[in-house]
Nanobody, 127 residues
Framework: QVQLAESGGGSVQYGGSLRLSCVASGSLGSSYCLAWFRQTPGKEREGVAQVDQRGLKWYGDSARGRTTISRDNSKNTVILQMDNLKPTDTATYYC?????????????????????WGQGTQVTVSS
């Protein structure tokens, strides 16, 4: 069993920054991909960023240039640094893990390829 625990969500003003963290635990194996998705009511889950076991990173179109994903394999942690936040970034952000790691360029567009999900953390950006 795999557990993902997110933290760091909250409310910020337009142009502000937030840092989301996710700690993975349980049966992770030796190789897994980690990602952040976001979702608003009535919309499909959208890929924000992902990082594979080797440290290769991919970013969704909406987040590119304003977000940085990083991971610490020694701590089973993935971080999402979000800067210059806009009201359109308001959403529930989810951490996800794919085990084993088969992440590629299209994986971020296919949330169904991630088997494990956290409970989500709310991000609200006011204008």
């Amino acid at each position: 069993q795999v557990q993902l625990a997110e933290s760091g969500g909250g409310s910020v003003q337009y142009g502000g920054s937030l840092r989301l963290s996710c700690v993975a635990s349980g049966s992770l194996g030796s190789s897994y991909c980690l990602a952040w998705f976001r979702q608003t009511p009535g919309k499909e889950r959208e890929g924000v960023a992902q990082v594979d076991q080797r440290g290769l990173k991919w970013y969704g179109d909406s987040a590119r240039g304003r977000t940085t994903i990083s991971r610490d394999n020694s701590k089973n942690t993935v971080i999402l640094q979000m800067d210059n936040l806009k009201p359109t970034d308001t959403a529930t952000y989810y951490c996800a893990a794919q085990i084993p790691d088969t992440c590629g360029a299209l994986t971020l567009e296919r949330p169904g390829q991630y088997q494990h999900w956290g409970q989500g953390t709310q991000v609200t950006v006011s204008s």
